[in-house]
């Protein structure tokens, strides 16, 4: 075990393994993205840029660990502002109605070495859907600030249809506009000690994600 100045223990007996303790997602050192087929030809990739999550690693104990996480639907970005408003918009994702879509994981299962296999809950509107994630243990370190941070790399793909986003415009060709296919893609940085009053949400272990998001 190692300690910083701040007397904060964290265990590194394995290298391929988280450590033990709870962190707080940073989202400057954080994206959350996606990737989508567009007009057949073309990927069209974005990212939400405004969330919050927590972290309960256990280490040697992967099955004891948990992750919540909160997304702010309107903060989608694609670097056009036409198509933002379209995705965000009443037709897909509607955050003028429902502003946030969380995920809370139900069980984490150690795939060998740094590889692990999230499953939990997402819930995009008001409908929620099992997801399951693949993940990667990117390592731990001590920042410049002495706060100790841990990296995860994540994806899956889900079917938008499945969640109601199913709004689509037909193509000359016989296709659609946008793939029903979305490839989500995780790049996780968090930081122990947890942010100061953060607290575990109170229904993460239940089915039903507070529409409020994390308090």
Known sequence: MLRNRKNITVRTADPYKPPTGVYTVDPARSTIGFSVRHAVITNVRGKFTAFEGLLKLDGPRSARSAAYLSVQTGSLDTGMRDRDAQ????DLLDSATFPLMAFRSAAIVDSGEDQFRMSGYLQIKDVELPL???????GATWDANGQHRVGFQGTTTLRRSDWGLDWNAPLETGS?????????????SAVQPARTGAVWPADAGRRTIPKGGMR
């Open 87 to 90: 995705l965000t918009g009443p």
């Open 132 to 138: 399951h994630i693949d993940l990667e243990f990117g």
């Open 176 to 188: 659609v506009l946008i793939s029903d296919k979305v490839k989500l893609i995780l790049d996780i």
